[in-house]
């Protein structure tokens, strides 16, 4: 490797300083390349005048132009202009490339977003959001229109088949998450209850809690979860190789073909599994009752006869179909919004399934305070 005086000299004559390169300003020479330049402008940071002759040098490649272009506005900052003597011609476009590229503006700096700014900016994007959904809903209910004025356009296969995937097979985990939400419930009113001697009122608040409350809370998250992201997935991949266009392009509606059935087999389905969910539920409790708080199933049974009614069990199945809308909306429209990149994906998988747990909440205390209101 040569030496930095090998590669730079460096003289004055008279008020103008002469600096001669020689041999190969290649990335092979970086280390004693970079010294010489270095050396150069920390000796000379203010000459009168500077000549810069290349004609010795053999090779240049991006490096050492990059280092003489350092040289060059180095000192044309300081208020000297260099003139420059011997380059190749061969080396003028890598030179002009490099040189352009040195004189393009930096981004500026990115400053933290103050708090208020941020706030605002997401308050702006939520009631985006909730235009959107808006427009969507409105969207769809036309598509659903539009099949029911014409009912073979409607995909009968493909909504009974979405039954099957959203409804039968999460069977099986509804049943045991249920089941084990009514064991804990009953288990910790017995454990507290004791202390006044109330155990009995334990049957009266799981049945009530189970059937009006807990029972379809839980099964939509669930469903918000497990099928939510399963449409959104679904449909976004779709929207990455284009399906959607493809039948956009074929004349056909994507909200008919893709949605309406996808929404309507959760409005079936979600009820069904609310009523399976509390019912596991209930059976839970009735055997913790039994196995923890020495309470015979036949002693349960009748409190429970005497705790609940019609009311109870009607608000749940109520609010079941608006859930399952909610849900199925909202997976849908994400879906639809995913870009071409795998990370759009996960980003609107993400976002259905916390706005569909979000709103199903809301939903829930929403209708808590209608029914409420009207003594049911």
């Known amino acids: ?52 002759d290349l004609a010795g040098v053999e ?37 002009a490339q490099v040189a352009r590229g040195a004189d393009e503006a930096h981004p500026p700096e990115r400053r933290p977003e103050p708090l208020v700014e941020r706030f605002g900016r997401e308050v702006v994007a939520t009631g985006a959001d909730g235009l959107g959904l808006l427009n969507f809903i409105g969207a769809v209910v036309i598509a659903m229109g539009r099949v029911t004025l014409r009912p073979g356009r409607f995909r009968f296969t493909s909504m009974v088949n979405q039954m099957d995937r959203v409804g039968l097979r999460a069977v099986p985990i509804i049943i045991l998450i249920t089941f084990l939400i009514g064991c804990i419930l009953a288990q910790q009113g017995i454990f507290h209850f004791s202390r006044f001697g109330a155990e009995i009122y334990v049957v009266d608040m799981v049945g009530v809690l189970v059937l009006r409350e807990l029972g379809v809370l839980i099964v939509s998250i669930m469903i918000a979860g497990r099928s939510g992201s399963a449409y959104t997935a679904e449909l976004g991949s779709m929207r990455m190789r284009e399906e959607v266009d493809a039948l956009r392009v074929m004349g056909l509606d994507p909200l008919e073909i893709l949605v309406v059935p996808r929404i309507l087999a959760l409005i079936l389905v979600l009820p069904m599994l609310t009523f399976i969910g509390s019912m596991s539920a209930l059976l839970g409790a009735g055997l913790v009752c039994w196995s923890y708080g020495d309470m015979a199933p036949d002693i349960f049974i009748d409190r429970l006869k005497a705790a609940i009614d019609l009311d109870q069990f009607q608000v749940g199945m109520i609010k079941a179909p608006f859930m399952a809308a909610t849900i199925g909306l909202v997976a849908c429209m994400e879906g639809l919004r995913v870009g071409g990149s795998a990370e759009s994906l996960g980003e609107h998988t993400t976002a259905s399934v916390v706005k569909a747990i979000f709103l199903v909440i809301v939903m829930d205390g929403l209708f808590a305070m209608f029914f409420a209101a009207v003594r049911m």
């Open 1 to 52: 490797m040569p030496s930095a005086a090998a590669l730079i000299s460096v003289h004055t004559q008279d008020d103008r300083l002469c600096l001669a390169g020689r041999g190969s300003w290649t990335s092979e020479n970086a280390g004693p390349l970079e010294r010489a330049v270095d050396e150069a402008l920390a000796t000379h940071d203010r000459p009168h005048a500077v000549s810069i």
């Open 59 to 95: 090779r240049m490649d991006t490096f050492g132009a990059l280092l003489f272009e350092r040289l060059r506005q180095s000192w044309k900052t300081a208020g000297v202009t260099p003139d420059v003597t011997g380059l190749s011609r061969r080396y003028d476009a890598l030179i």
